[in-house]
């Protein structure tokens, strides 16, 4: 029997309340070692996609999941940095296929030593929220990152390792594929031109084609 359109709003807003929880955890972790914070990240993420109901894996990738692609942890991919003022108030429009079009605010950009420059967002409309997606050197190449890119943070549904001082925590590691890397029915706002980095980024979630939509 198909899912009442009730039931699944319920599964995805139980999914987020976990990934919040998630993410609480990690960044309390964090304080006295990252690598042990990003450990449980993969353990948390990949308990979501294996039994999760709202998970982006349909059933026959779930029988035969063992866990989601992730590079090891490289302390050399984390950085705390504050957010830079230039391109502030651009606007960005971004077709998502299934939820139309979006639209969004640059909060300003995060310049990262010898990584590059990327852009920071607001989504406008209902939730707000710091978004950081990007796409990188290795995307699309066997091995590599999603192709479409990937994201770093996404506050609104509670992707945030955190900081201090008007600074941010920017850990490549913790990077992730979205939703739509997975099953071509989620809607997914991806890097535009100002969130494409030259580097290869090999840290984070990398792309399993036997698990991608």
Partial sequence: ????????????????????????????????????????????????????PASALNATKKASFSGLTVAEYDPGFRFVLPLEATGAGQEMLVNTGTDGVVSFVRLGTFD???????????????????????????SGKPGGSYGAGRYLLDT??????????????????????????????WACPLPGPDNRLAKEIPVGELYAPELGA
């Fill in 1 to 52: 029997m198909d899912k009442s359109p009730a039931q699944s709003a319920a599964e995805v807003a139980d999914w987020r309340i976990v990934t919040f929880q998630l993410y609480a955890q990690v960044r309390e972790l964090a304080l006295t070692d990252a690598e042990q914070a990003h450990r449980h990240w993969r353990q948390g993420r990949n308990l979501l996609f294996g039994g999760h």
């Fill in 156 to 185: 609104i549904k509670g992707a945030h390792l955190g900081g201090h001082d008007g600074r941010f925590v920017l850990d490549f590691n913790f990077s992730y594929n979205p939703s739509c890397a997975y099953d071509e029915a």
């Fill in 112 to 138: 990262i030593p010898g990584v590059g420059a990327l852009a920071a967002w607001k989504l406008q409309g209902y939730g707000g929220g710091i978004f950081l997606p990007f796409r990188d050197g290795s």
